[in-house]
Each structure stands twice: as C-alpha cells, then as structure tokens.
C-alpha cells in the first residue's frame, strides 16, 4: 500500500482482504452463537455432567476456531502462523483435555475467539458490508438514471438527472471504490496483526518445542549408533569370520593340489586372491561403519591412524585430557575422515596438519589444514555441507578459510564434556 499504492489496486490483495473480512465476519457471527448457547446452557446445568462438559467445550472452543483462522490468515499472510500445543500426555478424550487445559496457548485462543465473538466480527462486517453497499447504492442509481433521464439522482451534495447523473454515480463509485480497498486492506491487516499475536507460538512454547526437538534427534542419533554397532559386530563376527575360514581353505587345498595341472592351480590361485581382496575390503568397510581403534582408545590414536592411511601426507597432533562421549567421539572421527577425503580429491595438496584440543573443558576444537590451491566452500549438496549437516546432529558448527592458492583451513567445534574413562595414554600422533 505504502510503496506503491497504483500497483496496490491494480493487484489481488485488495480483494484478498474483501474475502478476509467477509468471512470473518461469518466465522465470528457463528462463534457468537457457539460462545453464547455454551455459556448459557453450561451455567444452567452446571449442577449435571452435562453442564459441567458444555463448559469444558467453552474452554477449549477456541482451538478449532484457532485452526480455521490460521487458515484463513493465508489470505493476506503468506507466512504461516503455526500453533503451539503439544501432543496429548495421555490417550483418550480426557489426556486430550488435560493436555490442551493445561497450555497457555488454548487460553489464549479462548481470548480470541470472544474477541472474535465480540467485537471484531462486527468491524469487519460494517467496513466490507458498508464499502460493498456504497458502491452497489451508486451504480445502482448510474443504471437507474441511465434507464430512465427523467430519474433525479441526488448524490451526496449533487442533485442530477439524466447522461449527468450517471456520469457523477459512477465517479463517486469509482472514488469509494479507490477509499474503500484501502480502507478493507487496512481494516483486514489490523485484523490479522491481533490474530498472528493471539494465535502464533511464543518464544517460551517455541523453546519447549525446540528442546523436544533437541531430544528426538538425540534418540535418533542413539539409535543410528546402535544400528551402526550392531551392523559392524554382524559383518565383524559373521561375513568377515566366513571369509577368512574360506581364505584359509583356498590355501590348504592350493598347497595340497600344489602338483596339479597348471589350469587347475592358476584357477585355486586366483580364487585365494579373490578371497584374500574380499577380505581386506570388508575390513576397510567394517573400520569405515565402526572403527574399533576409536572405540577401544578413544579419538586421538583413531585420528593418527586415520592420518596414517590417508593418501596425503598427514600430521596429527590432538591433546584431550581424557575420553569424550561417544556421540562426540564418532562425528568429530567422520568429519576429519570426510575432510581428509575432500583433501584427497580437491586440494592439490602435499602436506595435511590436523590439530584439535578441548576449549575450557566444554568444546571440541578440530582443525584440518592442507597447504593445497584453496578455492573451497560450503555449496548446496557438497561434501562441506555434509560434513556440515553431520556436525549439526551434535550441535556442533563448521568453519572454512580457504582463499585462492591456499593454504585452506576447516575447522569443527562440538559443544562437549569430558568422559569418565580417564586420560589417553597417547595424545598425538604423526603419519
């Protein structure tokens, strides 16, 4: 409206508003109803169950009316308002009923529904009514004295007949119309602005939500750690322990059948190879799911042998007071064997330092520096982004410094405490 009020009437929103006001003015009439025959047949037969649960509706009547004008405030609002209840603590009716009585945000859309009930509806009735009347009285009489010139039209401080009245009809119809969407569209986001505070989560339900949210995810890591245990001790004990029973036997019936014909042994040769591949893959695979370096002597000796398989000369050197908790543990080891991987494949580099240290006891500080060509960022569906999406699983953030020709720095921090297990025996490590 402010910015430029001749694309405004040209554009939906005054219309959008027209639809809002005229609803709500139906939705607040039909509130009025339900508001005043719970009321009075609650407190008639207050002295019966029945009375009692028409009072119980009353309370909570606002929260269906709250659904229906979160609704209807799309009309005007393309930001959603989302509600702030929580699911019920019990099943039934009655874990319902406790649940929504016991929230500050049924109360809140109670006091909007009898606002609604009260005093809004009318508003928006006589501003979108009286608006539409206007103008419907003035083209009305614009057709009348267009019928019939002999019609004495008197508009306002004008009295005409005739090609004149209908002229002037129109003007004035055209100028009410003009008054009238802005008028509507102010009236309506007045409207939705009581609305959007009444009706929307506030910072302390926003919170709760946030720290149930906080809670669900960390059940969901526990149970990613444990499948992820479950799935190494499985290959660890069953794929990996047939493999090497077969190796061993390719290799006794190649030493037994060691005078066959060549054929034969070429082919009992290449299957032990086969075999003795396999095997060494699948270890790789069960380090990669679950490292049990990691898990018997915690992350520094993990890092330093993670650094001394990688194909870039790495450097560690990581000084922790004593074991982390495992969920820090894990995603501190998968983003530096990510960020070495990214070196690796990237960075050109010949040299990689990884460096990291407990901040005042309560943060994990991770450091991967290569004295590659630089140029790396964070971008939509690359592997700094996972790495940066596996960080925020334990709350923690990601860094990247890297300018064009090096030397480039990626940096971790995970919000932590030390462990019980005691101090590492060993705490840095070169490769």
Partial sequence: MAGSPLRFLGSEWPWRSLAYLLSGSMLGS???VAVAALALFGIALALMVVGLALLAGLAVIGVPVATVERSRLRLIDPVPVTGAH????????????RTRLSEPATWRELAYTLLLS???????????????VLIGGLLFAAGAALINPETEATLLVFSATGPRATAVALLLASLVAVAGAYLVTFVAAGHAVIARTLLGSREEELGAQVAEVSRSRERLVNAFAAERRRIERDLHDGAQQRLVSLTMKLGIVRVELRDAGDDLAA????????????LVELREIVNGVH???LTDRGLPPALTELARRSAVPAEVEVRLPGRLPDDVEHAAYFAVSEALTNVVK?????HVRISGRLSDDVVLTLEV???GVGGAAVRAGGGLEGLADRLAVVNGTLTVSSPRGGP????????CAPGADGPYGMTTGAA
Avoid at 86 to 97: D, H, N, Q, Y
Avoid at 122 to 131: C, N
Avoid at 409 to 414: D, S, T
């Fill in 118 to 132: 009260a005093g809004l509806w009318p508003i928006d009735l006589l501003v979108a009514g009286g608006v539409l």
């Fill in 369 to 371: 520096e290569d004295d």
């Fill in 86 to 97: 929580r699911t019920p603590a019990g099943p039934g009716p009655l874990g319902w009923m």
């Fill in 346 to 350: 990237h960075s050109h580099a010949a």
């Fill in 30 to 32: 039909a509130c009025m």
């Fill in 408 to 415: 480039t720095v990626v940096g971790l921090a995970i919000p």
């Fill in 291 to 293: 490292p049990q370096l």
């Fill in 267 to 278: 082919l009992l040769a290449g299957a032990h190879e086969d075999a003795k591949r396999a």
